[in-house]
């Protein structure tokens, strides 16, 4: 005969389950069983298991024989208590609250004082007082109308205020018995009025309702307990719940439990009820931190009924059971080796602690840090254990600006988060106005349709970017990344009138130019106004869990940084070298981009070498900047990259100046027009002056427009056609070095050749570097260790890198430009279809935040396998801070990675903990 299946699991005197069997009775329900184990005062109750609620979606009914076990395991409770479920004399009272095997507080349903009836409550009064007993049965009511028939929350609240006002009191303890008692049954009224007028129409509690033709409160104790039950499995797909794992990244799959437990009274004069948390989740402090409530039961803790007490405030109202809190508190935390967040309640009637639920307590990013690494020096937990207590994304929240968002917000559109942090500043649509008002000491939010190399003075002079277009490897978001400025790109919602100087949201908010809103770069949320920040912290904890991570990590983290305080700050937060110098970068500043476009615009070559010149001296400026700040690390230093387009006089521009010749020449009456207007007439002065330039101009951008730019005249493209330019920056590069290396300094340069996807690229670049290196070494007398690498973009270079690796010392993948070229999807404009892919679940992920690990992933472990051991192999684009992006490059034996400075530590963070994962397996 097979054994009958076991859905239900007691705690209390006899306990059946423990903190281990958190998958089959919740994380709530374990814990109970756990607790039970331990010894504490914990009300004995049972726990439906997960499977109950996975076989309900799965197969649309409850399994055979669950009515049965809950039966049984109601009289083992009633057998330890001496207490009966329905007696009216000496009555056994619940709670049934629903419990998943991972916490999501306040998203499902709890429903207290089941068992209760006319009858019942007047046995209950003569244990708990009658006061007490009338006040648990209108809970009842108004929790089971609002959680198990759907009447809203509201409809009883109206009624309780309104016999507050009768009454003349503030608050509901101070209502009296005969107020109460005129409750319960106005409550009962309006519960058989809903149920006439619009019973619950679907679902399980709707086919029980129907099925036992209820058409009023059921006074059936059993009745009320299976219908509760019905309930808290439904709320495993209410709405909040749902949105809360897809947030979460939790699967519905796990399902929820439900606990039935033995209801004690904080409503009880002498009792009351409340939340601890072992230490301080705010700060990390050790110390009990909480909240108390007297003559209360736990709702009325989360709903703020009323103004709870701090715990400290219990220790003069209950000197002896505060001491016990205390004991159950630090008992708990060296049981469970963490932080708890346990409720508990005082039993007025039996002048008793009971402690009702303990689970991990959340906390904040500062608090989650200091805990860990205090832990981890008391002893509680290892070094090891610490690094996996912290999640990288808490490391990145203290090192921006946060909102602090317990305050009230006025959300107006939202877009990509594209840089962490928040910012608040006036609107500008102009780089040239944020720079002119940043330089009046005002701080600007640039907001464009999408940015450009035109636009990076702008940027640079912003406290935060919004942009209507682009993605997360927009130009914008790289750029900003780099510098720590907040971004958020790709926002849809929003419409941008340049020439009125206002942008518009879909909800119909105006925003002018002047006015002031705030960007989170990290929720992608626009607000109106100035949204109350907390300021980033970089603990002496943190430092030092950054340190343990550093010396477990097998992966080494390098930054991606174009200036010498990038290059400061990422060594500050602990970079070991730069992993990604984009030198195009280096031109955007004033006076430098003219020179550029002259090297771009020249029309042969000595023309060319005369613009290079220019630059030389500037780049070896740069770079002696950068390997000063990177002294004794490695530099990896990508030769020009630009898409032409970016480097390009505004082409809109050039055409709007030759049609404005072509008015002045072709028609003398507009011209006439134009030449008596004021504001037209310098600017035509102006356009005459440079009439032949102009024109010059405007045929070479003509000449050099590209119909895809991404993937035309650049990277190596640029140095085969027209070696002058990466013989330049090359002579430049190892000046700066010979010329620190005379001084006694070590660097490390290592040179990338970008964009490569044939090996005859790379054997023609190699043998330039090398010549123009040797040269300069000789020139100036002095030897210097350099490498020469090149960046794998293309899927062609990942599949042949065997033979790429034949002309190279290192490779980097640029994930950024893989991704696109992989997915056929542009970067800077991905936004609307990404949109889509996500809420239709093609993808999981925005495969620009974290690697596609089917595709471009799969292209990258190809790679590595073909080319390891024969050179070494990093990773530079944007996935190279990216957690979960991390956790697979360390798997395939990728050597280090690099992401912009601000995102240092949690690569290091993530490095370590990936170090750790693999070897538990």
């Known amino acids: 005969m097979s054994r009958k299946r076991k859905y239900v699991y007691l705690f209390g005197e006899r306990t059946e389950g423990n903190a281990g069997m958190r998958d089959l009775l919740g994380g709530k329900g374990a814990n109970l069983a756990e607790m039970s184990l331990m010894g504490l005062p914990v009300p004995p109750g049972f726990t439906i298991t ?171 104790p059993w009745e009320q307990l299976l219908l509760a039950i019905d309930a808290v499995i439904s709320s495993w797909n209410n709405p909040r719940a749902v949105e809360y794992r897809k947030e979460e990244r939790i699967s519905d799959k796990l399902c929820t439990a439900v606990n039935i437990q033995a209801m004690v009274f904080g409503n009880t004069e002498g009792g009351g009820t409340g939340v601890c948390f072992t230490r301080n989740v705010e700060t990390g402090e050790k110390e009990l931190y909480g909240e108390f409530l007297p003559n209360a039961q736990g709702e009325d803790v989360v709903a703020g009924v009323r103004t709870p007490l701090p715990i400290k405030e219990m220790e003069k109202m209950f000197p002896d059971i505060y001491r016990e809190l205390l004991e159950i508190g630090e008992k708990l935390e060296k049981h469970y080796r963490d932080v708890q967040d346990f409720e508990f309640t005082i039993d007025g009637s039996l002048r008793k602690l009971f402690i009702l639920q303990t689970r991990t307590a959340k906390r904040t990013p500062r608090a989650a840090v200091k805990i860990a690494v205090d832990m981890a020096k008391e002893g509680l937990i290892s070094k090891e254990e610490a690094i996996m207590r912290v999640e990288p994304d808490q490391i990145d929240k203290l090192l921006h600006p946060r909102i602090d968002e317990s305050k009230e917000l006025r959300v107006i559109a939202k877009g990509i988060p594209a840089s962490p942090g928040a910012a608040s500043g006036i609107v500008v649509f102009d780089p040239d106005r944020a720079e002119e008002l940043r330089e009046k000491g005002e701080e600007v939010i640039l907001v464009r349709p999408e940015t450009s190399a035109d636009d990076v003075h702008g940027i640079k002079s912003s406290v935060g970017v919004l942009t209507a277009k682009g993605g997360r490897t927009s130009h914008a978001a790289v750029v900003t990344r780099g510098w720590g400025i907040p971004c958020v790109v790709g926002c849809e919602e929003m419409r941008i009138d340049d020439k009125g100087k206002y942008f518009e949201t879909e909800s119909g908010v105006i925003v ?255 043998e330039l570097i090398e010549e123009v290196a040797e040269r300069v070494m000789r020139e100036e007398g002095v030897r210097v260790h350099y490498t020469i690498g090149t960046m794998i973009e293309t899927p062609r270079a990942a599949i042949v890198g065997d033979k790429l690796a034949e002309y190279s010392d290192f490779f980097s993948f640029g994930t950024n430009d893989l991704t696109q070229m992989t997915m056929a999807l542009s970067r800077d404009d991905y936004g609307p279809i990404i949109t889509q892919y996500l809420e239709k679940e093609i993808l ?49 034996g990728v050597d280090y990675v690099s992401c912009s400075p601000y995102r240092v530590p949690v690569a290091i963070l993530s490095g370590a903990r990936s170090t750790l994962e693999s070897k538990r397996r």
Not at 60 to 81: F, H, V
Not at 96 to 110: E, F, H, L, Q, Y
Not at 844 to 871: A, H, N, Q, R, Y
């Open 844 to 892: 999981e992920e925005d495969p620009f935040f974290t690697l596609d690990l089917e595709g471009v992933g799969e292209l990258i472990k190809i790679c590595v396998e073909k080319s390891k051991g024969k050179v070494k192999i990093g990773v530079c684009g944007e996935h190279g801070g990216d957690p979960r992006s991390i956790r697979f490059f360390h798997e395939i």
């Open 512 to 766: 002018k130019e002047g006015e002031r809103i705030t960007i989170d770069g990290t929720t992608g949320n626009v607000i109106l106004g100035k949204a109350p920040m907390l300021p980033p912290e970089i603990t002496p904890e943190m430092k030092e869990l950054l340190g343990w991570a550093t010396e477990i990590s097998e992966l080494e983290v390098r930054a991606n940084a174009d200036t010498p305080e990038d290059a400061r700050k990422a060594r500050e937060f602990g970079a070991k070298g730069i992993g990604l110098c984009r030198t195009e970068h280096m031109f955007f500043g004033e006076g430098r981009i003219e020179r550029m476009r002259k090297v771009i615009m020249a029309m042969n070559e000595k023309e060319r070498r005369k613009a290079l010149r220019e630059l030389m001296f500037y780049q070896i400026e740069d770079f002696k900047k950068i390997f000063n700040e990177m002294e004794g690390l490695p530099v990896t230093i990508r030769l020009l990259d630009p898409p032409l387009h970016e480097f390009l006089p505004n082409p809109q521009e050039l055409l709007e100046k030759v049609i404005l010749l072509k008015i002045h020449k072709d028609f003398p009456s507009i011209r006439e027009e134009l030449m008596n207007r004021k504001e037209y007439r310098g600017i035509i002065e102006e356009i005459l002056s440079r009439e032949s330039e102009i024109m010059e101009e405007y045929e070479r951008v003509k000449t050099l427009e590209e119909k895809n730019p991404m993937m035309g005249f650049r990277g190596c493209r640029l140095g085969i056609a027209y070696p002058e330019i990466f013989e330049m920056q090359v002579e430049a590069i190892m000046r700066a070095a010979c010329s620190l290396k005379k001084e006694g300094r070590e660097v490390y340069p290592e040179i990338m050749v970008p964009l490569t996807m044939h090996e005859s690229e790379m054997k023609i670049l190699r």
């Open 50 to 220: 997960t499977e109950v609620c996975r076989e309900y979606y799965s197969k649309g009914k409850y399994p055979p024989g669950l009515e049965e076990q809950i039966k049984e395991a109601m009289r083992e409770i009633e057998k330890q208590l001496g207490r009966r479920f329905g007696d009216p004399d000496n009555p056994l009272l619940v709670s049934v609250r629903s419990g998943a095997p991972v916490s999501m507080p306040g998203m499902m349903d709890t429903i207290l004082n089941l068992g209760m009836n006319d009858e019942v409550v007047r046995g209950l009064s003569k244990l708990i007082g009658e006061r007490a007993a009338w006040d648990s049965y209108r809970r009842l009511l108004s929790m089971f109308g609002n959680v198990v028939l759907g009447i809203p929350h509201e409809e009883f609240e109206k009624v309780l205020s309104k016999k507050r006002d009768e009454e003349n009191v503030e608050f509901d303890h101070q209502l009296s018995t005969s107020s109460l008692k005129e409750l319960v049954n106005e409550y009962k009224e309006l519960i058989k009025s809903k149920l006439l007028r619009n019973p619950p129409s679907n679902g399980i509690v709707a086919n029980r309702i129907k099925e036992r033709e209820i058409v009023e409160f059921p006074q059936n």
